[in-house]
């Protein structure tokens, strides 16, 4: 064989595995979510209340510090867990209880949770509680959405813009 | 025993000598599967600079600069980026295939357990580099890899503040973290490439360079490809959607529809074992470690051959010891050698001339020494002067030598062609132990130590120190370089210089009477 042909045939051999390579490059498609349908993303990354686990210092603990540290209230240095309760149109779509982060647990409890819902009309009610209550919340949120398909609805927690926000 | 090993190599083996017969050997991209990947490295460096200079690094801008890169200078920025993506995969598909074929040629352990356990690294930074990449185009699919990848490595949690975090809303996304990205794609092929030169430590004389004609076709062929089938983008990212369907790069992306369908922790369980599980092949059963070469001073004279021959820089040459007047001694370091024998092919003081029964080298197998291998010759011959058979010579990697054995030639094993000196095939020759030598090693695109097969060839050829003496008779020699597809090959070949020795057997009564 002469070495023209066998240049042209090393060209045809590259060419192929080139084509092959580029095509494969980007097809074929993948389809990651339903057409119809939206999400849903609830995220936040909230410090709860330190100060919740406070109590009135007793007399002997007061005793055992010197005089200018003593203050009439022991706080722990944990946070308490942050309670979240999420309904989609009346039905429960998240019950968690997040524990706050951090080593020594004092760091902010973090959420970060997808939901494929159907694209349309949807109520999402959502409670919260940082206080480490047993009952009862310390917000409550309620949004009414309509969702585009493909639609990424993502809701934050910011207790300075008074709670729940719709990012 | 057909495991899937032999099957892949059967495989492999058939592929090569296919691209063997068309392309010719040196132009086979499969026996060049490492150098082309440095090759398609380089492809990917230069075409990365050229892009990255008018790439905006701020997430706002970074998707109409690469816009404007690719359709307002398609000739130029535009076919630089389909380099860059297309050489990017190509790499991939080079590594991958190069890794599946050490491992089917078994030349992933023993000595060569170093080259493996560097390539595990190499693997590893170039997923992370090609799949960083794809976040800057800041497109749909940028954003698909982005928040999938961010969500995965959320899930180590070894990061504060969950990564994906940073891709809820178009404002929680800060230029200071898309230039942190863009960071990372340069850093990690920096280290990529350093990793790539540790993986060539131990390899003496790496081919990492391809052939210019085939470095040419392949450029060609990319610059074809790359004005035929640009690279583009899938539309802006933004994140008040969901990419629903996004086009994926399945080189570097093929694991990610797993995380739709797997929990975090399944894919780490995944990786983590895949990667152990190749770490830890080089020392997995069967072991079979034959015993390094030994240097024999009082035979040495330091003359450096069987250092430039040895495929694994397992001999150095270091300052005389022993008081004889030489500057230099052969020294081997058992932890690298793989017992081939080519130093002792290739060592002048290897004859099997002397008379003496055993014989003595400068540089030896212990398991297969010069004096096993004359024996061998001696018992597979008669020892006699026989006269008529053919004697094979055969490298225990290459084609199955069963049906020489049946045709009525003789068969001398060897793990590799190279170990033998050429002064034995002169010895069977001018002994006249056999009529004819057949020497049969592995494919020349597939020598199972890498030089051998080109270390005899010179040697028969007279181009390389220690060569096959003029006298002795061409006519009576025939080599054929056959892989474990080829055996019919080597019987082919074994017939055809039957036939050429029975023309010879009428004419050679009438040289002896002259002489
Ligand atoms: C893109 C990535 C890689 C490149 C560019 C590359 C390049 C090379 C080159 C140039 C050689 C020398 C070949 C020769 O001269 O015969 C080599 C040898 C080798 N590579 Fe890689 N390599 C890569 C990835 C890997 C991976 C992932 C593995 C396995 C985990 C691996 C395993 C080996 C082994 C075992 C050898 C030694 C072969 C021998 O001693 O005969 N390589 N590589
Ligand atoms: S046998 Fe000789 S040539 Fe082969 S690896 Fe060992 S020292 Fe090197
Ligand atoms: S080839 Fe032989 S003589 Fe030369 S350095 Fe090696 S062992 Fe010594």
Redesign the pocket.
């Given at each position: 064989m002469s070495p023209a042909l066998r240049y042209a045939l090393t060209f045809a051999v590259m060419l192929a595995a080139t084509a092959g390579i580029a095509a494969l490059s980007d097809w074929p498609l993948y389809r990651h979510h339903p057409a119809d349908m939206a999400q849903v993303k609830l995220s936040f990354s909230h410090g709860s209340d330190r100060k919740a686990g406070c109590r009135p210092a007793t007399a002997e603990e007061l005793a055992k510090l010197p005089p200018n540290m003593r203050r009439p209230v022991v706080c722990p240095r944990d946070r308490p867990s942050v309670r979240i309760e999420a309904d989609l149109d009346g039905r429960p779509l998240l019950r968690a209880e997040i524990r706050a982060g951090g080593i020594a647990g004092d760091g902010p409890a973090r959420l970060y949770r997808k939901f494929s819902v159907p694209a349309g009309p949807h109520v999402l009610d959502l409670r919260l509680s940082d206080t480490g209550r047993a009952e009862g919340f310390d917000y409550t949120g309620r949004m009414e959405v309509a969702l585009a398909p493909a639609q990424n609805f993502v809701v934050d927690f910011r207790p300075a813009e008074g709670g729940f926000v719709a990012r | 025993m057909i495991g899937p090993r032999s099957v892949l190599r059967r495989a492999f083996d058939a592929v090569d000598r296919g691209l063997d017969r068309t392309l010719g050997p040196s132009l086979n991209p499969m026996d060049r599967l490492g150098a082309l990947g440095f090759f398609f490295y380089w492809i990917v460096a230069v075409s990365g600079i050229y892009l990255f200079i008018p790439f905006d690094t701020g997430v706002h801008g970074a998707y109409a600069s690469v816009e404007r890169i690719t359709h307002a200078q398609w000739y130029a920025g535009g076919v630089m980026r389909s380099l860059h993506r297309y050489a990017s995969d190509a790499m991939v598909a080079a590594m991958l295939l190069h890794m599946a074929r050490e491992w089917a040629h078994d030349r992933y352990r023993g000595?060569r357990w170093f080259s493996w356990l560097t390539g595990v690294p190499v693997l590893w930074l170039l997923y992370v580099s090609g799949i960083t990449g794809y976040w800057l185009v800041w497109d749909k699919l940028a954003q698909y890899v982005a928040i999938a990848s961010s969500e995965l490595l959320d899930w180590l949690g070894v990061f504060g503040e969950p990564v994906a975090r940073n891709f809820l809303a178009p404002d929680a996304l800060s230029d200071r973290f898309f230039t942190l990205l863009v960071f990372m794609h340069i850093a990690v092929p920096l280290f990529l490439l350093f990793a790539m030169w540790i993986h060539l430590q131990r390899i003496s004389r790496p081919k990492v360079n391809p052939p210019r004609a085939l470095a040419a076709a392949t450029l060609a062929a990319m610059l074809a490809v790359s004005l035929w089938r640009p690279a583009l983008s899938q539309g802006p990212a933004d994140l008040t959607t969901v990419p629903s369907e996004v086009g994926l790069d399945w080189f570097y992306l093929l694991l990610y529809p797993l995380i739709d369908l797997w929990s975090h922790g399944w894919i780490w369980g995944l990786l983590a074992a895949f990667t152990v599980m190749l770490l830890a092949m080089p020392w997995l059963p069967p072991f079979r470690r034959a015993r390094?070469?030994e240097v024999t001073l009082a035979q040495c004279n330091g003359c450096g051959r069987?250092v430039d021959?040895?495929?694994?820089?397992?001999?150095t040459l270091v300052p005389r010891r022993d008081g004889r007047p030489f500057s230099h001694e052969a020294q081997?370091?058992p932890g690298?050698?793989?017992?081939?024998?080519?130093?002792?092919g290739?060592c002048p003081t290897s004859t099997p001339f002397r008379r003496s029964s055993a014989l003595a080298t400068g540089?030896d197998?212990p398991e297969r020494s010069l004096t096993w291998l004359r024996e061998r010759v001696l018992a597979v011959t008669g020892g006699t002067k026989s006269g008529s058979g053919v004697l094979a010579f055969a490298c225990s990697h290459a084609a199955d030598t069963g049906a020489l054995v049946s045709a009525g030639a003789g068969v001398v094993q060897l793990?590799?062609v190279a170990?033998m000196p050429p002064s034995l095939i002169d010895f069977v020759l001018s002994r006249e132990l056999a009529a004819g030598v057949l020497v049969v090693g592995c494919a020349e695109s597939g020598c199972h130590?890498r030089l051998g097969v080109a270390w005899m060839r010179e040697r028969i050829a007279g181009a390389r120190d220690p060569y096959l003496r003029a006298r002795v008779p061409r006519e009576r020699l025939a080599t054929v370089w056959a892989g474990p597809s080829d055996a019919g090959r080597v019987i082919a070949a074994h017939d055809e210089l039957k036939a050429r020795l029975a023309g010879l057997a009428v004419a050679a009564p009438a040289r002896r009477a002259v002489s």
């Open positions: - | 000595v390094a070469a069987c021959d040895c495929p694994y820089n397992a001999v081997v370091d690298l050698c793989a017992a081939c024998g080519i130093c002792m290739a540089i197998l793990p590799c170990m130590h």
